[in-house]
């Protein structure tokens, strides 16, 4: 089992900045990679990008392409998302997941077994 929990989301104006945490605990050691998804008022949930928890590597979605930086403290067990030049279309609740399996659609919420319960991200224009 991972426990995960997200933090820092707030109101922000377009074009500020952001980060959001979300703290790992339990099996993870055993963590192959956490992802971040967001999901809006109405919204499926939309990928954002992910890490592979050993070595770092990370992927962002299209929608933080060149705005959105994943990042992992390992010796904190904690997952970043810093997240610049907001944008109001960004306005959603933010999920952290987590996945012990190696996966190959990364994108796919179905493929994470535990999820964190989400933080409010509101951009106003």
């Not at 993870?28 to 770092?56: C, H, L």
């Amino acid at each position: 089992q991972v426990q995960l929990v997200e933090s820092g989301g707030a109101l922000v104006q377009a074009g500020g900045s952001l980060r959001l945490s979300c703290a790992a605990s339990g099996r993870t050691s055993a963590t192959v990679a956490m992802a971040w998804f967001r999901q809006a008022p109405g919204k499926e949930r939309e990928y954002v990008g992910f890490i592979m928890w050993n070595d770092g590597r990370t992927f962002v979605g299209t929608p933080g392409k060149d705005r959105f930086t994943i990042s992992r403290d390992n010796a904190k067990n904690t997952l970043y998302l810093q997240m610049n030049s907001l944008k109001p279309e960004d306005t959603a609740v933010y999920y952290c997941a987590a996945t012990l399996r190696l996966i190959t659609q990364w994108a796919r919420p179905n493929n994470y077994d535990y999820w964190g319960q989400g933080t409010q991200v509101t951009v106003s224009s």
